[in-house]
């Protein structure tokens, strides 16, 4: 990784995504296992690169496709993810990559099931706790900050998280109920505060989160390794870190769905303050120079189904947009997924800065995305993981020529499945990686 330069705060955004992209096609801090993979590397990058500045590259580029389906062309049910089999997960990976050369790395993701067991997560469910051997995690909404707590939260977010919030998400934690008031006792921590560390609910809590980020170490160290592993052979990873809309972490963590979409109605000020506070506290990654400069962002409640439009433009879009262009400030590049249908939302995407952000659509109407935010942002998607799941190589060929036709034509798109292989087969997704590198190629 390379340093900031001394005028970084002076340059412009374009001038910042402009250096992030140089050293990141360079490969910048890459120890390449041969000279042979640093000229695929650039070339793959570079290839991203043309599109996110909405040029022509050589070809479509394929984005790495995650999932399930890695492991199990393997054998490896999705448990091994997440207990004691990690190190033949990741092998399974990089032998993914080997076999179909995407473009770019896939997504490494893998969990201490233990660590979460430890804790008493109850916001999950995964292979090995509560789920077959071979079921991806899922998530269990609840309402873990009630309808009467906003102004809790709203005063002092971070002692609300910490006593509140998280000895509910995770049940064996419930002495942080104990811990002091740091708003207030904190001022006077040399005397009565500080004694509440004495009490035994207090002290296992704490030895309890001690234990689960020892146990996380293993998989998050096999996660990096794979990372470095798949970067040296040529394959660059696409995304660095994740964010979310200010909303979303409302409505997704806090309140749940019900919890929110009645808010809306009962308490509509207390769910725009929420929104304005968690916007205030999202950190502005700063990236050092030479890793990718994108940034994942799964979007979960605003799309065209869970919300009206009227209810879009009042309290999901305004804090969205204003995180996204804080990160645009920085020559990040934030890349919203905007999973279901985005079609109803796709003019206001063009409310941002030109080639400032990359969409990521799951369900949205492609040729409307083109049409609306061809010549303004990139745009990546979004073969059916239902036609990849179920349908033929010929009807997958299909589609991946609809799209580079459409959505490729002028350059400004990247291909990929609408969301990661789960439940995919090996000769549909063979015949979407092969197909778009033989018909992909700009003429």
């Known amino acids: 990784m390379s340093d900031k330069p001394e005028n970084w705060n002076s340059l412009t955004p374009e001038q910042k995504r402009s250096l992030r992209l140089d050293a990141w ?18 070339e793959r990058a570079g290839r991203f690169r043309a599109a996110l500045e909405l040029r022509v590259p050589d070809r479509v580029p394929i984005a790495g496709l995650g999932g399930a389906f890695l492991y199990r062309r393997k054998g490896i049910p999705q448990k091994a993810t997440m207990y004691d089999r990690w190190a033949e997960a990741a092998e399974a990976v990089v032998q993914f990559h080997k076999d179909f050369e995407p473009d770019s790395a896939a997504a490494t993701f893998m969990m201490s099931g233990p660590a979460m067991e430890l804790l008493g997560q109850t916001s ?72 509440k560390f004495l009490d035994p609910d207090v002290m296992g809590a704490i030895e309890l989160m001690r234990k689960a980020a020892e146990l996380s170490n293993l998989p998050g160290k096999v996660t990096m390794d794979t990372v470095a592993r798949l970067t040296a052979m040529g394959f660059p990873m ?11 972490v409302l409505g997704d963590t806090l309140r749940g769905t019900r919890g929110i979409m009645m808010d809306l109605y009962r308490c509509p000020e207390k769910v725009l303050a929420a929104c304005e506070k968690i916007l205030e506290l999202t950190p502005i990654p700063d990236l050092p120079l030479g890793v990718p400069p994108l940034i994942m962002m799964p979007l979960h409640k605003g799309d065209d189904t869970h919300i009206s439009l009227k209810q879009f433009e009042k309290f999901y879009w305004p804090t969205f947009k204003e995180l996204l262009v804080r990160m645009a400030n920085e020559g990040l590049i934030p890349a919203p997924f905007a999973e279901g249908v985005y079609t109803q939302r796709l003019p206001y995407l ?11 659509f799951d369900r949205t109407d492609m040729h409307k995305a083109k049409d609306i935010l061809g010549g303004h942002s990139p745009i990546k998607g979004n073969v059916p993981i239902t036609m990849i799941a179920t349908g033929t190589p010929e009807q997958v060929k299909a589609c991946c020529k609809d799209l580079i036709d459409y959505c490729g034509k002028g350059g400004g798109y990247i291909l990929c499945s609408g969301t990661q292989l789960d439940d995919a087969k090996e000769e549909t997704v063979r015949a979407l990686v092969d197909f778009t590198k033989e018909y992909g190629v700009y003429k």
């Not at 696409?238 to 979303?248: C, H, N």
Request: hydrophobic share 35%; aromatic share 16%.
């Open 25 to 42: 096609v360079r490969g910048d801090g890459i120890e390449f296992v041969d000279g042979d993979a640093r000229k695929k590397y650039q």
């Open 124 to 195: 999950l469910k995964w292979a090995g706790c509560g789920l077959p051997d071979d079921v991806q995690y899922q998530y269990v909404e609840q309402e873990y900050m009630k309808r009467d707590e906003y102004d809790h939260f709203l005063l002092d977010p971070s002692d609300y998280v910490l006593r509140r919030f998280m000895p509910r998400m995770y049940s064996s934690l419930k002495g942080l109920e104990k811990m002091p008031t740091f708003s207030f006792d904190g001022i006077d921590i040399g005397n009565t505060a500080i004694r």
């Open 238 to 248: 696409f995304y660095t870190g994740f964010g979310a809309a200010p909303f979303d």
């Open 350 to 360: 063009t409310e941002l800065p030109e080639k400032s952000v990359l969409w990521f």
